[in-house]
């Protein structure tokens, strides 16, 4: 079985079908491939999943990518969601086994903090909404939030 794994190239895409699914995620038997893989519940979609079972059903034929390939645990992960435009349409999102590296080569910072180096005193947290675009609800809470405070 190991040889098989390391004919499995991180990055690549592949059809597969869905073999059993469990709470943390799907197995997938590799189209051409004598393998499978694990879609994990986070790299199944570009929105947030509380049931896979709402995503992916046993048998279902699907589109992966893989996004890391262990040989010595003969573990290959694979993703749905990095073949989907990230939310906002910005084109596709990256996943956690993928480089985040900028242009530059160097790997983004984190953001800034206030001066008061905590949370901003006297903002409500905001109630998301759980909605399709829960992304968008998000930010406009936030700059809502934040208009209160200026």
Do not use: C, W
Not at 82 to 93: F, I, N, T, Y
């Amino acid at each position: 079985m190991r040889s098989v794994i390391m004919s499995v190239e991180v990055n690549s895409v592949l059809k597969g079908k869905v073999t059993g699914i469990q709470s943390f995620g799907a197995f997938v038997a590799l189209e051409g491939e004598d393998t499978q893989g694990l879609i994990h519940i986070s790299e199944v979609s570009n929105t947030y999943v509380k049931d896979i079972n709402d995503f992916l059903t046993v048998g279902q034929e699907v589109e992966v990518k893989v996004i890391k390939v262990d040989t010595e645990k003969n573990k290959i992960s694979l993703s749905i969601r990095a073949l989907m435009p990230d939310p906002e349409g910005r084109g596709k999102r990256e996943s956690k086994g993928e480089s985040r590296e900028n242009n530059n080569g160097n790997a983004p910072r984190a953001p800034k903090r206030n001066a008061g180096g905590g949370r901003r005193r006297g903002v409500a947290s905001p109630k998301i909404e759980n909605t399709e675009e829960g992304y968008n609800v998000l930010g406009e809470k936030l700059r809502e939030a934040l208009k209160l405070d200026e």
